[in-house]
């Protein structure tokens, strides 16, 4: 029996945090596209990307309410708490989720829609249902799902992706492993009660922290091509070395760290140094376009 639902628990199903980041780079990827957008259509687009991706969220607390009962971290999320049933949840997100998809195809073109179809799908269906709680690397196939924003905000203005774009997702989809890894090295505990095989209790801390580094080697290397591939300026470059340069200290300390409170302090120090770094890193692209469109017209 649920208690009376309020305006903010249907909110909260739709993860405000997360989308945060997914409008963000989403709004960079339509900005940066070549060509331009009418203002009020590029609003509603990025708009749809934000309903899409609360739609996701949605979806998937209808599916994960069982284990979120068990997770210290999510016992408060609407469902397992009683405030909204599992029902609601799941007719909210797919309302969100035809209604999003429609209404980006209609107002800007069917490939973003279309785009933004698959985001859903791949975050519902193929990480929540089926990755999540069958393979440790349920975050690195599934993280996927987080890094489309930027390509849909591109192909919203210019109906097709290009290889902007796909850098872009490619800066995202490697930078998601050691952010939730790092996360699931301190909140370990919860992820092994409520059986969901994460990095570290499947093969262990040591090689958790390992596959970290490897991976903030990988993520500050792809945050450089946007240099090296002639599509971005100093201002971007600076900022790219400084941060990658600052991730790979973080990412090594961990990695030598061997004292377990020690160990989760370095974890939670680099996770929460990760969600600045995107956003930074997003920032300087997008910054440093504009620099570059401004000075165009000088």
């Known amino acids: ?4 639902a309020r305006v903010e628990d249907y909110l909260a199903l739709l993860k ?5 980041l997914v409008v963000f780079t989403a709004i960079v990827g339509l900005v940066v596209a070549p060509g331009g957008i009418n203002p009020i259509i590029g609003v509603i687009a990025i708009a749809c990307i934000a309903i899409g991706a609360g739609a996701s969220g949605a979806l998937n607390m209808w599916y994960d309410s069982d284990i979120d009962a068990i997770m210290s971290r999510t016992q408060n999320r609407p469902i397992p708490a009683g405030r909204i049933s599992r029902e609601e949840a799941l007719i909210f997100g797919s309302v969100l989720s035809v ?15 279309g785009l933004l179809a698959f985001t859903i799908f791949f975050y519902v ?13 349920n975050i690195v196939i599934g993280g996927a799902a987080g890094a489309f924003p930027p390509i849909v905000g591109w192909a919203a203005v210019t109906g ?13 989809f490697l930078w998601t492993p050691p952010h939730f890894w790092a996360l699931a090295l301190y909140k370990q505990s919860d992820y092994g009660a409520a059986g969901v095989p994460m990095m570290p209790n499947v093969v262990g801390e040591a090689s958790t922290k390992m596959q970290i580094f490897v991976y903030t080697v990988l993520v500050a290397a792809s945050a450089m091509l946007p240099t090296w591939l002639g599509f971005a300026g100093g201002v971007y470059t600076a900022v790219a070395v400084v941060t990658g340069a600052s991730f790979l200290i973080l990412a090594w300390r961990l990695l030598r760290t061997k004292e377990d ?12 140094y990760s969600l600045s770094y995107l956003f930074i890193v ?3 692209f997008l910054t440093d376009n504009l620099l570059t469109r401004f000075g165009s017209f000088m």
């Open 125 to 137: 269906v193929v990480y929540t249902m089926w990755l999540k709680r069958s393979t440790p690397q």
């Open 16 to 20: 405000p945090s997360v989308m945060q």
């Open 160 to 172: 097709s992706v290009s290889m902007e774009s796909v850098v872009l997702f490619l800066i995202i």
């Open 261 to 272: 409170v020690a160990m989760r302090k370095a974890a939670r120090v680099l996770f929460n």
């Open 282 to 284: 997003f920032f300087a």
């Open 99 to 113: 209604f999003s998809v429609l209404l980006l195809g209609l107002a800007t073109n069917w490939v973003a829609a």
């Open 1 to 4: 029996m649920t208690g009376e």
